[in-house]
């Protein structure tokens, strides 16, 4: 009842209008000629939500994936690999493109990323940009994007700190930060180390492997490190080189209530990224922003008979070669226009390797290039945008299996902001998008998990999206309704023998809202709230939307409460409620309802000073407050209560 409350005292509130849920900044009427023109203003895509280093920061999170809770519309969801994946709008992993710093995170060979393994002390913003994203983010982008960016040091704005947690299940985390900034150079490092022992089951429940409250195999550790270097050319021009690496191992927890459990560890998973950003101002001539970038990625699965993991099956080794570009060219024009064209390329090739075939190496490559172009109109009611992309995939070395057609698809979107008042804006949003199915979804067995398909078709899909905002006495109010028909749709099937197979489902129909705002309650006491639902089916034999479709749920909300007692005293609620989702269980080929979750953490934090610019924060954090069993994927519980304390130092 309490969270019937909620939101019914959110709906009487205010007027539900638009999608920033942490921008501070509200939607400007555009008008060329009375502002500074920046790269950052006009180039990049406008997101409908951001998450800022604060929120980041009062997280606590050791990973991108723990962030989900606070972005609208977003489920954090364990997959049987282990790896934490994000689902927006009821679109997967793979229908979603994950940038940092401009650049691709997820490997290209699947378009995934183990997220869980991806670290947050480096970062500055998390930025979603759903419905239909623009053609200049390039390929794949079908049900979104998400944009991740690090810590940018200037004159003013450094970041300079450490840290150390404590918690349950044996974790323990260090981490360190710092920057400097002298003439035309900045810098930035950031080293993080994180390690945990198997996982707390909620309640009295036991694993049903080992007969123990901890959950096996579901130990982890990871080392991160971060370099960036900047110089500026001039104040509007800049270029910026840096270095990621993420070394880690974990295990991979076997599914229960399955007929052929997984009994996986992986004791390799390294990711290193070399990445050259530059933004400049051309002056008349408009404005050039790009990213080049470097990836090497390199994991090992070992597969082990039973539970004892004393026995190896089988193993898998990959190794990844990815190279990337994209090019962003901005002219405005008359002083109320603006003419962007957008150029990527991607070469990606993926090398595989099994002990049960002698360690014969399978080699898999891909080419992606695209090209797009918007031109958008501002006036001070008003912007128009229409935007039209191209997007081509070859796939020139399939591992001596068929190989897929050179595949091309158009795609476009159109736009249309109406701004009533300086409080009151809306947005009319249409578009189509193209994804070209993964070489990993047509060619992989994924160790005899999966029956491979390489027939599968290109997805694509048409979005329609009303947005509204509204804002008075610096809170913010949004309101979206969306309406999507997704044309061959990837969807995995169960088969016999514990398999299953990915097929393509003629039409899959969404439908749904999103409500979400930033209220300041009273001087000392924020209130951050989302809450959405969808409608999901795939269309049947006989025409009807009433298929049921994989992890899609209906309803997902979230609420922060933020109480500040006083200048050093801090409280944090969080709440994340998940409904009405179903799945497949292994072995059953109908689809089964999860149980619904709420759940419930808190964090109490005291800030001191030390002594001069050295600030201390101590923190208390207690997640799953309520010891709730849930489940995020069948067969796949997930951790019971957890308690986390931490040191965080800063110098001002």
Do not use: C
């Not at 399978?362 to 090209?371: A, R, V």
């Amino acid at each position: 009842m309490g969270l019937i409350s909620i939101i019914f005292f959110l709906f009487v509130s205010g007027f539900y209008a638009g999608l920033d849920l942490f921008a501070q900044d509200s939607a400007q009427t555009y008008k060329l000629k009375e502002i500074t023109i920046s790269g950052e203003e006009f180039i990049e895509p406008k997101p409908i939500s951001v998450v800022k280093r604060k929120y980041i920061y009062q997280s606590d999170a050791n990973s991108v994936s723990e962030i989900a809770k606070y972005i609208p519309s977003l489920k954090r969801q364990t997959n049987s690999r282990g790896e934490s994946q994000l689902f927006l709008r009821g679109y997967g992993v793979r229908q979603l493109a994950l940038f940092f710093d401009d650049i691709p995170l997820s490997i290209p060979w699947d378009n995934r990323i183990d997220l869980s393994l991806i670290p947050t002390e480096m970062l500055s913003s998390i930025m979603v940009f759903g419905g239909t994203p623009s053609v200049l983010f390039g390929a794949n982008t079908l049900g979104g994007v998400i944009s991740i960016k690090s810590f940018s040091p200037g004159p003013t704005n450094l970041l300079r700190s450490a840290g150390t947690q404590f918690g349950s299940n044996s974790y323990r985390k260090y981490f360190i930060n710092y920057s400097n900034y002298f003439n035309r150079f900045s810098y930035f490092a950031s080293l993080s180390y994180v390690k945990s022992g198997d996982f707390k089951l909620p309640g009295t429940q036991k694993d049903v492997y080992n007969n123990s409250i901890y959950r096996l195999n579901s130990h982890r550790k990871k080392l991160s490190a971060f370099f960036k270097i900047n110089y500026s050319i001039s104040e509007n021009s800049k270029i910026g080189l840096s270095s990621s690496l993420v070394d880690a191992q974990k295990g991979v927890p076997p599914e229960t209530n399955v007929g052929k459990p997984r009994f996986w560890k992986i004791p390799l998973w390294r990711k290193l990224d070399l990445i050259l950003n530059g933004d400049h101002n051309l002056g008349r001539a408009g404005w050039l922003k790009y990213s080049f970038s470097v990836t090497k990625f390199n994991m090992r699965i070992d597969q082990f008979t039973n539970e004892t993991y004393l026995q190896l099956a089988n193993n898998e080794e990959d190794n990844d070669f990815t190279v990337y570009g994209r090019a962003v060219y901005s002219l405005f024009i008359a002083g109320f226009s603006e003419l962007n064209i957008s150029t990527s390329s991607l070469s990606s090739v993926h090398k595989e390797k099994f002990l049960n075939t002698n360690s014969f190496e399978n080699t898999f490559s891909q080419n992606i290039f695209s090209l797009g172009t918007e031109y958008e109109i501002h006036q001070d009611k008003f912007s128009f945008l229409a935007g039209f992309g191209l997007d081509n995939q070859y796939t020139p070395r399939t591992g001596g299996k068929p190989k897929q057609k050179n595949q091309t698809s158009v795609n476009f979107k159109t736009k249309f902001n109406y701004f009533f008042s300086d409080k009151l804006s809306t947005q009319l949003v249409y578009g189509k998008k193209t994804r070209f199915p993964t070489l990993r979804e047509l060619y992989s067995d994924a160790l005899g998990r999966f029956v491979p398909n390489p027939n599968l078709s290109s997805e694509s899909v048409y979005n329609l999206e009303s947005d509204w905002k509204y804002i008075v006495n610096q809170n913010i109010y949004g309101f979206s309704i969306f309406y999507s028909l997704l044309n061959n749709g990837i969807q995995r099937i169960a088969l016999p023998e514990n398999q299953f197979k990915r097929i393509n489902k003629d039409k899959i129909r969404k439908w749904g809202f999103e409500l979400n705002s930033k209220i300041i309650l009273a001087e000392k006491v924020n209130l951050n709230f989302n809450v959405s639902y969808l409608n999901s089916f795939a269309k049947n034999k006989d025409g009807e939307f009433n298929d049921t479709l994989e992890y899609k749920p209906q309803v997902i909300s979230g609420l922060q409460l933020n109480y500040s007692y006083n200048k050093n005293l801090d409280l944090l609620l969080e709440m994340n409620y998940i409904s009405k989702e179903f799945g497949l269980k292994e072995g059953s080929q109908y689809f089964q309802k999860l149980p619904s979750y709420f759940l419930l953490n808190m964090r109490i934090a005291y800030r001191f000073e030390l002594i001069n610019k050295i600030g201390i924060e101590t923190f208390l954090r207690v997640n799953n407050i309520f010891d709730k069993l849930y489940y995020t994927q069948w067969g796949l519980p997930e951790p019971g209560r957890e308690f986390l304390f931490g040191l965080n130092f800063d110098i001002k």
